[in-house]
C-alpha cells in the first residue's frame, strides 16, 4: 500500500503528455510524483501513428460528416465508424461538434490548432536534445498521395487552404513521387508534401526515454487507479486503489479518461469523448517508405519505424468500454493493397486499439483552475504526439502563473 504521502505536484496519466509534463515540471525544480494504473506509455501513446502531423491544423471534421452519418452507423469497417449503440450516448458531443463548424467556432479552432502545431516542432528538437535521444525523430516530411484523377481538385483546394494557414507545402507530381518514394505504386498521380514534418522511428520508446530522464530529474512513479479527489486549504487529496496521495497541485493528464478526476476536482463536466485509433505493425516491411505516405482516397497513414511498418489512422466512435474490433486493424493492410509495387507482408503483424481523447471544438483543455490547485493537459485529439512537447513548456508555465492571453482558446471555461 501507499501510505499517505506529501509532494509538490502530483501528475496523474503516463502516457507522452503527462511524462513529458512531468520531466519538465521536475526540472523547474518542483517534487513531481507520476501515477498512472498501468506503467508508463502503455495507452494511447504505445499504438499512435508516430507521425509528427504538424499540417494538420483543421478540426477532426467538417460539414460533410452529415453525409457520411449513414455510412458512419452501417459500415463497420469503414474509415469513420460510429457503433449505433453508443449513438445516443455520443449524440450530445456529436451536436457540440457540429456547432463547432460553424464559421466563427471553427476558425477560432484553426486557429487555436494552428498555435500549438507552429510551436511542436522546435519544442520536440529542444525536449529531445535535451536527453540526448535527437535520434529518435527523423524531421524528413511527409506525403499525402492521390490516386483517382477526380481527387486533383480536391487536393489543390486542399494545398490553397494550407497555404493560407502558413503550412508550407509542396505539390509533387507522379514523377517526383515515385523518385522519392520507387516502391510505390507507379499508378499514384501525385501528392502533397510537407517538409516540416517527420516522423518519430518508435513512439513508445519516446514515452520511456522520457520516462527515463524525469526519473533522474527526481520524478517518482506510483501505479495506481486514481478513482478520486477532493480540494483542501493545503492543496489536492487523490483517492486510489493504493492509499491516498495529498499534493499541493495536480496535474490530469490521463487523457480519454480525464473527464471524471476534472468533475471531481473542479465541479465541471467537460465534453469530453474517445475516438478509437487502430494499427497493424508490420515488423518484416523495413523498407518500403522513406518517410510518412497517407492515402488522400483510403483515409489511413503509413510510418516507417524501427519495429517495421505501422498502418494506422481509422477512427471508431464507441466508448470507453467496448471491446476492440481487431478486424478494423486488419482491414489497414487491405486498404494497402495497390499502393505499393508489391503488397505488403503480414508476417508476424499484430494489431493494436488504443483511445484518442477528443473535444468537440478539436482544441485541448491546457488551463489552471481551481487557484492553481489544478493544472489541465488533455483532449489533443490526433496529436497528443504532436503537440506533448509544447503543452509541456506551456503547463511549466502555467504551474507558477496564471496563462496569458493565449492561453484562452484552451480554457476549461470555454465550455
Known amino acids: 500500500m501507499v501510505e499517505t504521502a506529501e509532494t509538490d505536484i502530483a501528475v496523474v496519466g503516463a502516457g507522452i503528455v503527462g511524462v513529458a509534463c512531468a520531466l519538465q515540471l521536475a526540472r523547474q525544480g518542483r517534487q513531481v510524483t507520476l501515477v498512472d494504473r498501468q506503467a508508463p506509455g502503455q495507452g494511447a501513446s504505445y499504438g499512435n501513428a508516430g507521425h509528427l502531423a504538424t499540417e494538420q491544423v483543421f478540426p477532426i471534421a467538417d460539414l460533410s460528416i452529415l453525409k457520411r452519418l449513414p455510412r ?5 469497417m469503414g474509415p469513420l465508424r460510429l457503433d449505433w449503440k453508443y449513438l445516443p450516448k455520443a449524440m450530445p458531443w456529436f451536436t457540440r461538434l457540429l456547432l463547432n463548424l460553424r464559421p466563427g467556432p471553427f476558425q477560432r479552432s484553426v486557429a487555436g490548432i494552428r498555435t500549438l502545431n507552429e510551436g511542436s516542432l522546435g519544442a520536440w528538437q529542444r525536449l529531445l536534445g535535451s536527453i540526448g535521444r535527437s535520434e529518435l525523430f527523423q524531421e524528413d516530411g511527409s506525403l499525402l498521395v492521390f490516386e483517382r484523377p477526380e481527387s486533383r481538385q480536391a487536393l489543390e483546394a486542399l494545398r490553397t487552404r494550407m497555404l493560407q494557414q502558413a503550412v508550407p507545402v ?22 502533397l508534401f510537407f517538409p516540416r514534418t517527420g516522423h518519430f522511428i518508435d513512439p513508445y520508446r519516446v514515452v520511456c526515454e522520457l520516462f527515463e530522464a524525469a526519473k533522474a530529474s527526481g520524478v517518482r512513479f506510483v501505479q495506481a487507479q486514481v478513482d478520486g479527489g477532493r480540494l483542501h486549504g493545503g492543496g489536492v487529496s487523490l483517492a486510489s486503489d493504493q492509499g491516498s496521495l495529498d499534493a499541493r497541485q495536480v496535474l490530469i493528464s490521463c487523457g480519454a479518461h480525464s473527464a471524471r478526476l476534472t468533475a471531481a476536482l473542479t465541479g465541471k463536466q467537460v465534453p469530453l ?27 489511413f497513414i503509413m510510418t516507417p519505424m524501427a519495429e517495421g511498418l505501422r498502418l494506422a489512422g481509422t477512427v471508431e466512435f464507441a466508448g470507453l468500454d467496448a471491446p476492440p474490433s481487431m478486424q478494423r486493424a486488419w482491414q489497414l493492410h487491405r486498404l494497402s493493397k495497390g499502393l505499393f509495387q508489391r503488397d505488403l507482408s503480414v508476417e508476424g503483424a499484430t494489431p493494436w486499439m488504443g483511445l484518442r481523447p477528443s473535444l468537440p471544438d478539436s482544441l485541448p483543455v491546457i488551463d489552471r483552475v481551481c487557484d492553481g490547485r489544478v493544472l489541465l493537459a488533455f483532449g489533443h485529439q490526433h496529436l497528443g504526439l504532436t503537440q506533448a512537447a509544447v503543452t509541456a513548456e506551456w503547463v511549466g508555465r502555467l504551474a507558477e502563473v496564471a496563462g496569458g492571453p493565449e492561453m484562452a482558446a484552451y480554457r476549461l471555461d470555454r465550455f
Open 170 to 191: 509542396d505539390f509533387w507530381s507522379a514523377d517526383t513521387v515515385r523518385e522519392a518514394a520507387p516502391q510505390l505504386s507507379p499508378s499514384l498521380l501525385g501528392g
Open 273 to 299: 469523448d474517445t475516438e478509437r485509433g487502430y494499427h497493424l505493425m508490420l515488423p518484416g516491411e523495413h523498407q518500403r517508405l522513406p518517410f510518412a505516405v497517407t492515402s488522400l482516397e483510403r483515409k
Open 72 to 76: 458512419m452507423l452501417l459500415d463497420p
